[in-house]
């Protein structure tokens, strides 16, 4: 996702929650009246958007200003998401030996 289609994203989050910055609606009704319509969000399309959501975006951005309505960047970006033939033997032969814990432990 590149910085043009993160800074979109911010802007749609902003207006869903900009009537509530001005002071023009209750959150609550707000939340309400809202978390119930599908949205077109850039660069994911069709959504809903839960009201949960749309309170934590209103608490990110007066924390944190409009950079926080971005969406954030992987912390693995960059980084092979698949396991060597050399680490999957190794975590396999853990296993065996620990078969009460599950192959994630292992695999961090």
Known sequence: MNEK???EIALFRYGLIAPLLNGHMEPKEYF???EGKTHQVPYYGER???AKTMQEWLLHY???GFD???PKRRSDRGNSRRLSPDDK???LE???EFLHMPVSVFYE
């Open 5 to 7: 289609t993160r800074e």
């Open 32 to 34: 309400q009246e809202l």
């Open 48 to 50: 809903k958007v839960a």
């Open 62 to 64: 007066r924390r944190n």
């Open 68 to 70: 926080a309505l971005k």
């Open 89 to 91: 033997d190794h975590i």
């Open 94 to 96: 853990i296993r065996k």
